[in-house]
């Protein structure tokens, strides 16, 4: 575990114009900063950074967060990693808890791995480049493959020598561990000499999503059926083929950017595609798609498009881990290339516009695309059909979530058009596969699960315009005192209270509407009662808690600069430094009664439903419930004074 002391130097040295500056080209722009968004495709910038609060915010996809969310959003690390990341760009040293020794074992076991994985890659590169044979004979067929050199130093493509002793030789003298070479899958030990595996081979560097290299594919140039065509990194403890999608550090940012992910089988589909202008693609290597290469996917785009040769073959490599993917959530579609053509040689002969185009019209939604692939091989066999029905029902069961209700209701129209059968039979079926799977794995009762499986058909949803716009305007004045709260709170409202002592007389608790709101109003004082300390605006913007961050930051976010207006027109602008006071007195104003307004609209439905009733009890209640009201309706009319008076002060 890092320490906390690491993280709050982290928190308070990285700059977040420096950070994001090294990714996202930056324009002053008044007291902030605009940019391109780098999470979405945009011509006309609505990035912003504010280096005072140090946070940063895109109107155009809503993103928005600080230094630490930046980095862990942008190259897709998690919380620790994002840590480690940023203190080695500020030499900070990264301090850990005490861990146990087998724990501290197993992370410097992997640390050792890295750093020979590393070694060997810069090893064969040296070859390929520098030596005649990698030359004659690496280089020949990536030539041959018609990649460039630019291309090739991008992948850290390389080549191992056909001496067996080569590579062990080199780096047992540059004092490489021999246990570690064996458990990294460079070198095998036979007759007590260790041999390079991958002898005679060119080289594949695989990366993680950070860009450490953690394993290898080689594949042969030599023609024998006794020689396998790729010999792959043995599993260790940093490389699992399972979670491992090659291509995934390269292809990340283009995979957000275009909100799309590419699936192709081999290295080479990736590689050729990367250097025609088709990036957003990775490979499974051709293993079946598992469960945690599809969260990885995940973690970037919903949307998967899987590419495959227009074969027989093909079309069943598609199906795989189609219920995973579902499960996962994903849009899944596939693409049968031209027949004889697979990606690298298709985008070769079209251009990357071509394949582009072939792909955008060809794609299929791959559930429609399974049932009629499977529709043909049935043909008028009854019971295959019958078999079919039920496997479509089990992969349609896998669109459990309430968000996807609808997307699922029309797959259940779509499928049962194709197959000529009833909507409300596929539908029974379904529910059933639904009702049966929840049971199964004990994650309801029995009675909530077949309360889920009754969602049958969708219900007509009532009109919710008054409701919402209730909620919205009582979300922006919740939202418009937590941001007075954060930034002023520490201020003088006069001269005998601060404006969080202001804030803490006249709404007391807050009795806010949405939770989170209400959350970081309770966290501001119970931290103000306990430190006897103003809390600063980057302990909510940097906090632990998700939703108390996220909200801050959007609470905290102020987009509009009068830019050179008073040098362009001669004309004096107030700031709001100068005007805090009145806009703590009016947002407060506002707030109070906006609540006033909530509770007279509540006594009056009260009002209305007792004197309905002629029992003596409700009358009683009825006159007090009136009174209350008179006095309140007194109060309102008085803030509404002092409001004018703000208002025209």
């Known amino acids: 575990m890092i320490t906390r002391s690491t ?64 980095v862990q959003e942008h190259e897709k690390l998690t919380y620790p990693e994002t840590i480690v990341w940023l203190a080695k760009r500020y030499n900070i040293e990264v301090e850990e808890t005490e861990v146990s020794n087998e724990a501290r074992e197993k992370m410097q076991l992997e640390e050792s791995l ?95 999503q950070s860009g450490k290299i953690i394993g290898f594919g080689a594949r042969t140039l ?18 699992l083929k399972s979670k491992t999608l090659y291509g995934i550090y390269f292809s990340r940012n283009a995979i957000t950017k275009e909100n799309s992910c590419l699936l192709v089988e081999g290295y080479t589909d990736v590689i050729s595609l990367h250097q025609n202008g088709v990036e957003h693609v990775v490979a499974s290597s051709g293993t079946s798609l598992t469960e ?36 996962q959530g994903l849009n899944v579609q596939v693409v049968l290339l031209p027949n004889n053509h697979d990606p690298d040689s298709y985008v070769q002969e079209v251009g990357a516009e071509g394949f582009k185009n072939y792909i955008q019209e060809n794609k299929k939604d791959i559930i429609l695309f399974k049932l ?16 079919l029905i039920n496997d479509i029902a089990e992969t349609l069961s896998k669109i459990n979530k309430l968000e996807e209700f609808t997307k699922q209701q029309d797959y259940i129209r779509r499928c049962s058009q194709l197959l000529q059968i009833e909507e409300a039979g596929l539908i029974s079926l379904v529910n059933k596969k639904i009702r049966e799977k929840a049971v199964k794995q004990d994650r309801f009762p029995r009675e909530e699960a077949e309360a889920l499986a009754k969602q049958a058909e969708p219900e007509v949803i009532p009109d919710q315009s008054e409701v919402t716009s209730l909620l919205q305007k009582d979300y922006a004045q919740e939202k418009a005192l937590i941001k007075i709260l954060l930034e002023y709170g520490n201020r003088p409202f006069d001269e005998q209270v601060s404006v969080a002592d202001y804030i803490r ?27 006897l300390v103003y809390p600063e605006e980057k302990i909510f913007t940097a906090h632990e808690d998700n939703a108390i961050r996220s909200y801050s930051i959007e609470a905290l976010y102020f987009p509009y600069v009068v830019d050179k207006w008073e040098e362009r027109h001669t004309i004096p ?16 104003l506002f707030f109070i009664l906006r609540k006033i307004k909530t509770q007279l609209t509540l006594w009056l439905d009260d009002i209305a439903l007792n004197e309905k009733s002629d029992h003596e009890e409700m009358l009683e209640e009825d006159r007090i419930l009136k009174l209350a009201y008179t006095e309140l309706k007194k109060n309102e009319l008085e803030l509404l004074k002092q409001l004018r008076t703000v208002l025209i002060r």
């Open 372 to 387: 009629e692939a499977s529709l043909k091989e049935a043909n008028n066999d009854t019971i295959k059909k019958t078999e």
């Open 292 to 327: 945690d290469q599809l969260k990885l996917i995940k973690r970037y785009t919903k949307n998967l498009v899987i590419l495959y040769d227009g074969d027989a073959a093909g079309i069943k490599a598609a199906l795989r881990g189609l219920d995973m993917a579902i499960e």
């Open 505 to 531: 007389v006249k709404i007391a608790d807050g009795d806010f509407m949405n939770t989170c709101w209400q959350k970081i109003y309770t966290t501001y004082f119970n931290h103000l009662d306990e430190t």
């Open 573 to 588: 602008v107030p700031d709001r430094e100068s005007l805090y006071v009145e806009e703590v007195e009016k947002t407060v």
């Open 7 to 70: 993280i709050q130097k982290v928190n308070d040295t990285a700059d977040i114009i420096d950070v994001v500056g090294s990714f996202v080209k930056l324009k002053k722009r008044g007291v902030n900063y605009l940019g391109n968004c780098p999470f979405h495709h945009e011509k006309t910038p609505s990035f912003t950074v504010s280096p005072s609060k140090g946070i940063y915010k895109c109107f155009g996809c809503g993103k928005a967060g600080n230094v630490i969310t930046f």
């Open 114 to 208: 890295r750093i020979v994985n590393q070694y060997a890659s810069n090893y064969f590169t040296q070859k390929l480049f520098e030596t005649e044979e990698g030359k004659l004979i690496g280089m020949s067929y990536f030539k041959q493959r018609g990649f460039r050199e630019e291309t090739i130093k991008k992948f850290q493509l390389g080549y191992c020598l056909e001496d067996k002793l080569a590579l062990p030789s080199e780096a047992l003298s540059k004092g490489y561990n021999k246990e570690i070479l064996i458990k990294a899958g460079l070198v095998s030990e036979r007759y007590d000499q260790l041999q390079s595996i991958y002898s005679g081979r060119v080289i594949f560097p695989i990366h993680n």
């Open 222 to 239: 030599k023609t024998s059926d006794k020689t396998p065509k790729y010999i792959n990194t043995p599993e260790n403890e940093i490389y």
